[in-house]
């Protein structure tokens, strides 16, 4: 049968302060009242039944995901206790998701994107289950077309056509330089589209290629899966999950798989709107501009002579009033405010580390 599962575990250090680590990016209610974890959800209704949708996040976030998702069942939660990055959240939820269904095929979607519309994305989403059921070898990663020469995204280089809208995938590039990034812009969606961090694949094709590369974590799922309906899960976890090697599901699987003959790495080209929202730039191109450019996600705020300035808050009572500034952020919320020109937005990641080192953990 068909499954869904939904990554929620990152952390958005990028949109420090409203992303913290009680209530990181996936749940904050930035968007029209919803979060974009409640976004994807939606994302998947009509195409994979909510009693086959899985959500895997960390452990501590489960009373609030559950509150968010009370279409969720309680047993489809699959509380991680560290974040080990995205192998590892993958090959636990395949392990979960084969123990009750040996033949199961399931998506691997995002929870930190803006994806429209529903119907093509669910489309293509099914386009990957048919490949995978035709081919219990393929593993479907899905591209997105460059709008632009982006530093901040993987990118598939595309081979030879396998099928109607499947392209086998010649590599993996990681995130390129300025030159490199235009140059694969330049040579067209034909030969490079940006990484989705989406899949389709089957559970037990996915956890055997996990055997092949990633023994040792195969060795810790496999102590899992055995505990995983009994008292023992838990303690299990805890003593398993953090000694495995913290590593995207790309580099570790999905790049040397494109190379082994066992396996057939291919992408679906999704032709939709898809927005990362990865930092305060990429938040800022969700709130409607004025005619000057300023952006506004906030209950009280002015914005007078300035252009191209951001203004979020997440405190109904707190004014916020700007003037004669260009190209800034101001971020505020009841305990922290974040001030600073709009091309320094992937620095917001590095400052949290210093704040950590200096206000402690509490202030993040």
Not at 138 to 164: D, H, S
Request: proline share 7%.
């Amino acid at each position: 049968m068909r499954h869904a599962m939904i990554m929620a575990g990152g952390s958005g250090t990028r949109l420090w302060p409203m992303s913290r680590r009680g209530t990181p990016k996936q749940l904050i209610p930035f968007l029209d009242g919803r979060s974009l974890l409640q976004m994807a959800w939606e994302r998947l209704e009509g195409l994979i039944p909510p009693e086959r949708v899985y959500v895997c996040a960390p452990e501590e976030h489960r009373r609030s995901i559950a509150a968010a998702l009370p279409d969720l069942h309680p047993g489809n939660y699959i509380g991680e206790p560290s974040g080990r990055d995205t192998l590892n959240a993958v090959g636990l939820s395949a392990t979960v998701i084969g123990l009750h269904d040996p033949d199961a095929l399931f998506a691997a979607v995002t929870a930190d994107h803006i994806i429209g519309p529903k119907e093509a994305f669910q489309q293509f989403v099914a386009h990957g289950f048919d490949v995978c059921e035709r081919d219990p070898r393929a593993m479907v990663t899905f591209g997105i077309t460059p709008t632009a020469p982006a530093t901040g995204f993987g990118y598939l280089e595309l081979g030879e056509r396998r099928a109607a809208g499947v392209y086998a995938v010649r590599q993996f590039r990681e995130k390129p330089g300025l030159a490199t990034a235009r140059q694969f812009y330049d040579a067209g969606p034909e030969r490079f589209l940006w990484n989705s961090g989406m899949f389709v694949w089957r559970a037990g094709t996915l956890l055997e290629c996990i055997r092949r590369f990633e023994p040792s974590t195969a060795e810790g799922l496999e102590a899992i899966g055995r505990a995983w309906d009994g008292p023992e899960r838990a303690g299990t976890l805890e003593q398993t999950y953090g000694h495995f090697r913290k590593i995207s599901v790309d580099y570790a699987l999905m790049e040397p798989a494109s190379r082994d003959p066992a396996f057939r790495v291919v992408a679906v080209p999704m032709r939709i709107e898809w927005m990362d929202v990865g930092n305060w730039s990429s938040f800022a191109k969700t709130c409607p501009a004025d005619p000057a450019g300023n952006r506004l996600s906030a209950r009280r705020a002015i914005v007078q002579d300035s252009r191209d300035t951001l203004v979020a808050s997440s405190d109904p009572a707190h004014l916020i009033a700007v003037i004669g500034c260009e190209g800034l952020m101001v971020i505020h919320t009841p305990d922290a405010t974040l001030v600073c020109p709009a091309d320094q937005a992937e620095a917001v990641k590095d400052l949290t580390q210093t704040i950590n080192e200096r206000f402690g953990p509490e202030a993040l």
